[in-house]
């Protein structure tokens, strides 16, 4: 099974940008969706977005217009591009797959 690492994460000031990773040990060209997704301390996981093998993207309310979903099937990595970020944006995030194991995430903190 193809198993998924995040990276990309650190702290940032409200209003900045960040680029997340998650890279694919196999082909991720035939894995209908990839999702990121991101669970806030005392909270429950969350998605964020997810995109389809054709490209079709879905994103949550909470991140539509600052977030953009991608995919390079050729290297294999799924891409969240973070803008105009808040500090509620500050959580872990996770990237997976249906019926994928949930990796270590990588943590994104917004804050001055």
């Known amino acids: 099974q193809v198993q998924l690492v995040e990276s990309g994460g650190g702290l940032v000031q409200p209003g900045g940008s960040l680029r997340l990773s998650c890279a694919a040990s196999?082909?991720?060209?035939?894995?209908?969706?990839i999702g990121w997704y991101r669970q806030a301390p005392g909270t429950q996981r969350d998605l964020v977005a997810f995109?389809?093998?054709?490209?079709?993207?879905v994103y949550a309310d909470s991140v539509k217009g600052r977030f953009t979903i991608s995919r390079d099937n050729a290297k294999n990595t799924v891409y969240l591009q973070m803008n105009s970020l808040k500090p509620e944006d500050t959580a872990v995030y996770y990237c997976n797959m249906v019926g994928g194991s949930w990796g270590q995430g990588t943590q994104v903190t917004v804050s001055s």
């Open positions: 995109i389809t093998s054709i490209g079709s993207a």
């Open positions: 196999g082909s991720i060209a035939s894995i209908y969706a």
